[in-house]
């Protein structure tokens, strides 16, 4: 489970992720051989695109690229390609002309609803703590108008986490920061998360108590 002390760590390096995905976007806006097909398909895998940004490292600003680029970075920076954008190449007489950034993923037929990754995000918070919710309460608390984005929050974090372990559900993630009002999108941060994730077990014990007395 998601912890207080990881939390602004993983805030952090989705925000130098995103930071270097759009500074690559604008390179490449200059030189399309940086983001070939060939450089996407790395920056795809995790594994490969930790090998890449060592690779360009030299000529990448120092503070987009962290001093570590395997693991939760590699993850956070792989997954943008499959949650929010997508790069597309326009080729004329064999020569790439054009590596363009562009936003949206590609359409892939998604696991969970997001709604349904809500329920499932706040059922594990719950489990986490030892308050046994049903699915149908975690799903009705989930949809309540009350927590809506108390429960945005902790799933777009719960998400985040997972992505990071490279185990996120893809498209949904987007939905997720769609979702969210714009405020809270420009400004958000740990203490936010964390106040929604308190908002959410006080519910959670509510209606455990509710269901129980």
């Not at 030189?31 to 030299?58: C, F, G, N, S, Y």
């Not at 997954?79 to 002309?97: A, K, P």
């Amino acid at each position: 489970m998601l912890s207080r002390e990881e939390l602004p760590r993983l805030l952090r390096l989705q925000a130098q992720a995103y930071d270097l995905l759009m500074w690559l976007a604008d390179a490449a806006n200059r030189e399309p051989e940086l983001l070939a097909p060939v450089a996407v398909a790395r920056l795809k895998d995790p594994k490969t695109a930790a090998e890449w940004l060592e690779e360009q490292r030299p000529r990448v600003p120092e503070r987009l690229i962290p001093a570590e680029t395997r693991g939760p970075f590699a993850h956070l920076l792989s997954s943008f390609l499959s949650t929010s954008f997508q790069i597309r190449h326009l080729e004329f007489e064999g020569r790439l002309v054009e590596s363009r950034v562009t936003l949206g993923a590609e359409r892939t037929d998604s696991a969970l609803s997001r709604m349904r990754c809500q329920s499932l995000a706040l059922r594990h918070l719950a489990t986490s703590e030892k308050i046994r919710l049903t699915e149908k309460e975690a799903g009705q608390l989930a949809q309540r108008k009350s927590l809506s984005t108390a429960s945005l929050l902790w799933t777009y974090a719960w998400e985040l986490e997972r992505r990071s372990r490279e185990t996120g559900d893809g498209s949904v993630v987007h939905q997720l920061w769609r979702a969210l009002p714009n405020e809270t999108r420009r400004s958000l941060t740990a203490e936010q998360i964390w106040a929604a994730r308190d908002q959410l077990l006080a519910a959670a014990r509510e209606c455990v108590a509710m269901r129980e007395a």
